[in-house]
């Protein structure tokens, strides 16, 4: 499988180079040049298949020629017997024919460990195989950090460094980063807030020379085309459980970066009966003001009770954004140059192409905070503030009463207090494997907010002087 540029002008390259480069060469995002597709007849044949078996057939076609299949088929079952649920992704029934797909069964309690413990494994493969080493650097304001490090933990090629802003992500978040005392994990609280320690890692990127020529810097955001291939999984296996594909799906998936919704339009394009993609988002509602009123434009970042989805741009829109115009990597660069600098507007009949598959809803904090009282009077059933976003999004602007309604569940309600007792609940308790969690002995470092001593510590824990 080869991969392409959404600008256009950066080369094309294998499936191997993708894993391990970020943004391409001329600033876009890489996409599969095409799509395996699947029949009715195929995707039906899998059902009842365990979630890794799954997987393989999902992923197998992106990765061929660069993962034997045997290999690849290990790397799955591993990825996921680490999960606490033996289903993997459970469905949850919350209403006649309304579900919540719970995706928070992994390790750290969100979505984000579907991708990146596939990826930790995916990258250590690979480096392997080359005889190489790489260094992560990621910034976090939560589950990404801890979704990469527990993701990396049994890496040995690899050493990740995670920068948090200190004393401001919440106790649970940082010592479900701060408690892996594997030796290639180091986390350090940057006397500074988020945007400081994307500062950090952006300037990182951009200058590599700290680490002399001998080690690769490998980015885990959301761009990471690896990500979104092993999010396209959960998509199948949700509709394979409700009768699909002979029978088509609604999803509502909750939406800060348009990864995870992206992973089911894809899903769609490659053959799953799919009618209606919700981007449900929180006050941060970028993509609902383009949706619905053909406006792009950049509002300051709010700080919200669903942490997750807080972006001001969304880097993966970028994505569907090639594919309705066309492909046309020339025409995107432009667009995305205007779209980083003004107020722009969409082709209206390109925007109104996307709106026969999508709809959007921007949901904010008090709403969030009824829509988790309301399910949980309607059945007992908690929802995370981010899912419930998901959740109202759906039932504001559900299509089809038939068509099953399925909400990603991005994440387990215990990692969002906040929001719980806001809507007068309990937080309930942290899962078994998790109970220890605040007795658990942490490691981290208090750095300042300066580019040169976060360069100098990485050098310094990587060679070792
Ligand atoms: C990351 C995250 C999201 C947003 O996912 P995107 O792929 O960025 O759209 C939603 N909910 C939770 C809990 C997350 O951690």
């Known amino acids: 499988m080869k991969y392409i540029s959404t600008r256009g002008q950066a080369p094309t390259l294998e499936f191997e180079d993708v894993l391990l480069t970020g943004l391409a060469s001329d ?3 890489y996409v599969p040049e095409t799509l395996p597709e699947f029949s009715k007849e195929q995707i039906r044949s899998w059902r009842g298949l365990p979630y890794h078996e799954l997987a393989f057939h999902i992923i197998q076609p992106f990765v061929a020629g ?7 088929a290990t790397m799955l079952e591993e990825t996921y017997g680490v999960f606490a649920h033996k289903a993997i992704a459970p469905l949850a029934q919350i209403d006649h024919n309304e579900y919540v797909l719970e995706l928070f069964q992994g390790p750290t309690l969100a979505f984000k460990d579907f991708a990146l413990q596939l990826l930790g494994r995916l990258l250590d493969h690979m480096l392997q195989k080359r005889g190489e080493k790489a260094v992560i650097v990621g910034a976090t304001s939560g589950d990404t950090g801890s979704a990469a490090i ?5 890496c040995d090629n690899i050493d990740i460094f995670i920068l948090h802003p200190y004393q401001k992500v919440s106790e649970v978040q940082r010592r479900q980063m701060t408690t892996i005392l594997a030796d290639n994990i180091h986390n350090i609280a940057l006397e500074g807030n988020f945007d400081d320690c994307q500062s950090m890692v952006k300037a990182s990127f951009g200058d590599q020379s700290f680490l002399k020529g001998e080690r690769r810097l490998v980015a885990v955001n959301s761009i990471n085309w690896a990500r979104i291939m092993a999010q396209i999984v ?4 949700a509709s394979l459980n409700l009768g699909g594909p002979d029978r088509a799906m609604a999803f509502s998936v909750p939406t800060g970066n348009f990864g995870d919704i992206f992973a089911g339009y894809l899903a769609r394009k490659m053959g799953l009966p799919i009618n209606q993609l919700i981007v449900a988002t929180n006050q941060n509602d970028i993509l609902h003001r383009v949706m619905s009123a053909n406006k792009y434009e950049k509002h300051p970042l709010a700080h919200t009770l669903s942490p997750s989805m807080d972006i001001v741009v969304s880097s993966n829109f970028e994505r569907l954004l090639f594919d309705l115009y066309d492909r046309d ?3 995107l660069a432009d667009l995305m140059a205007r779209m980083n600098n003004e107020t722009v507007e969409l082709d209206s009949q390109r925007l109104a192409k996307a709106r026969e598959l999508f709809d959007s809803y921007a949901v904010d904090d008090d709403t ?3 829509t988790i009282r309301t399910v949980f009077d309607e059945t007992g059933y908690l929802l995370d503030p981010h899912t419930a976003i998901g959740v109202k999004a759906a039932r504001a602007t559900r299509r089809s009463e038939t068509d099953p309604m399925i909400t990603l569940g991005t994440a387990h309600p215990v990692k969002f207090a906040d929001a719980v007792e806001k ?3 309990e937080t309930p308790a942290l899962p078994h494997h998790l109970t220890d969690l605040l007795s658990r002995e942490e490691r ?3 750095m300042p907010n300066d580019l040169s001593a976060i360069q100098s510590f990485i050098a310094q824990e990587v060679f070792g002087q």
Do not use: H, P, S, W
């Open 444 to 446: 981290y470092k208090v």
């Open 66 to 72: 660069a993962i034997a299949d045997d290999e690849l």
């Open 368 to 370: 969030t905070v009824d």
């Open 234 to 237: 959960y998509y199948f296996y």
């Open 27 to 29: 600033g876009g995002l």
């Open 423 to 425: 809507a007068g609940l």
């Open 329 to 331: 990597g020339v025409v």
């Open 150 to 154: 527990e993701g990396c933990k049994r």
